[in-house]
């Protein structure tokens, strides 16, 4: 059984730091691209960034782009490092994996096949 469970979230003031994780397992994702996005209340989730697992490579949106940053921290976890956070970025964040081994990162949610359950960021002014 595929899971994607996230962790890290919490309150922080705007311009602080917060580390999201999210730990795969129940498949390889040594070929996937692991996504991140969020949803902020009222508003249509959004691509955060992704990295593609095998090749490292990352895209982020231009929103969070020089504040975010996605690695692999081992075999089967990826984090999302969130520095200089706003208030705009308080959402619940989401951890996704694109199972196709293309390596290629879409933005669009319809391409990943895996999600975790959620983390909520919360960004006081």
């Known amino acids: 059984q595929v899971q994607l469970v996230e962790s890290g979230g919490g309150l922080v003031q705007a311009g602080g730091s917060l580390r999201l994780s999210c730990a795969a397992s129940?498949?390889?994702?040594?070929?996937?691209?692991m996504g991140w996005f969020r949803q902020a209340p009222g508003k249509e989730r959004e691509f955060v960034g992704a990295?593609?697992?095998?090749?490292?490579?990352t895209s982020y949106a231009d929103s969070v782009k020089g504040r975010f940053t996605i690695s692999r921290d081992n075999a089967n976890t990826v984090a999302l490092q969130m520095t200089s956070l706003k208030p705009e970025d308080t959402a619940v964040y989401y951890c996704?994996?694109?199972?196709?081994?293309?390596?290629?990162?879409?933005?669009?949610?319809?391409?990943?096949?895996?999600w975790g359950q959620g983390t909520q960021v919360t960004v006081s002014s």
């Open positions: 129940g498949r390889t994702f040594s070929r996937a691209v």
């Open positions: 996704a994996a694109d199972i196709s081994t293309t390596g290629i990162i879409y933005g669009l949610s319809s391409y990943y096949d895996y």
């Open positions: 990295i593609s697992w095998s090749f490292g490579r």
